[in-house]
């Protein structure tokens, strides 16, 4: 858990939920297609990966990564990228990533990606049970 997340549900009088509430959940029925790491039908999110139906890029969200400008550095297994952070409120991290890139074909096949912005890294981690999420939304995505 963030900081961010932990002094906001102390600040709204919530404890913070427990790892086990916390899943993957694909909103596959319109555009655009999201893959949510959540705790559902919660305002608890860490992660979103979102695209429009057939486009070719994935906006990756990392909420509670806390304020960023300029560029972030995305690695799976040996690839790696640079794409250029978003304007976003609340230290939410916005980033897009083509899904034709050697960094999304390496974390789509392991479930594993790490971001980073200066000196603060954050690990992506889709548990194997949620590849199958992750593979779909790769697919409906696909430019």
């Known amino acids: 858990m963030t900081g961010l997340f932990l002094a906001l549900s ?24 999201v893959l949510a790491h959540e705790v559902p039908d919660t305002v608890h999110l860490r992660t979103t990966l979102e695209c429009d139906t ?13 304020p960023s400008t300029g560029y972030v550095r995305f690695a799976a297994a040996t690839a790696v990228s640079t ?8 230290g939410t991290l916005i980033a897009p990533m083509r ?3 050697p960094v999304f074909a390496a974390f789509v096949a392991g479930g594993r ?31």
Request: proline share 9%.
């Open 10 to 33: 102390l600040l709204l009088g919530q404890t913070p939920p427990p790892a086990s509430a916390w899943t993957w959940t694909l909103y596959d029925t319109e555009s655009p297609v």
């Open 54 to 66: 057939g486009s070719g890029v994935a906006r990756v969200s990392m909420y509670g990564f806390g």
């Open 83 to 90: 794409s250029e952070i978003a304007p976003a409120p609340n």
């Open 99 to 101: 899904t034709d890139h």
């Open 113 to 143: 990606m790490t971001a980073t912005v200066g000196d603060r890294q954050r690990a992506i981690e889709v548990q194997p049970a949620h590849l199958a999420k992750l593979r779909r939304f790769a697919e409906l995505c696909a430019g």
